[in-house]
């Protein structure tokens, strides 16, 4: 069994930061990207960033230069540094990982956090 948990979230101020970070956990043999996906409430989910294992990353147009994403790969973990943070920024955040695991025949799999909420005040 695996699983990807979030934390970070929360309420800020526009202009202020948050950091985000989601650690994966279990049978883990590998994982490739993850990313950083959001949802406003009535619009659909979109990428915000994603980092491959080798360090490549892109991001939405509407984040870049404010968000930063890394990954500590020793602790399977992701983060995403959020500055300048903006009302239009407030989301519920999710985090996504491809991860092979003995039990999927060492296939990338897409794993999915349970989500946190970001809400940005003006």
């Known amino acids: 069994q695996v699983q990807l948990v979030e934390s970070g979230g929360g309420l800020v101020q526009a202009g202020g930061s948050l950091r985000l970070s989601c650690a994966a956990s279990g049978s883990i043999f590998s994982i490739n990207t993850m990313g950083w996906y959001r949802q406003a409430p009535g619009k659909q989910r979109e990428l915000v960033a994603a980092?491959?294992?080798?360090?490549?990353?892109n991001y939405a147009d509407s984040v870049k230069g404010r968000f930063t994403i890394s990954r500590d790969n020793a602790k399977n973990t992701v983060y995403l540094q959020m500055n300048s943070l903006k009302p239009e920024d407030t989301a519920v955040y999710y985090c996504?990982?491809?991860?092979?695991?003995?039990?999927?025949?060492?296939?990338?799999?897409?794993?999915w956090g349970q989500g946190t909420l970001v809400t940005v005040s003006s």
């Open positions: 980092i491959t294992s080798g360090g490549s990353t």
């Open positions: 996504k990982s491809d991860i092979a695991t003995m039990t999927s025949g060492y296939r990338y799999l897409e794993v």
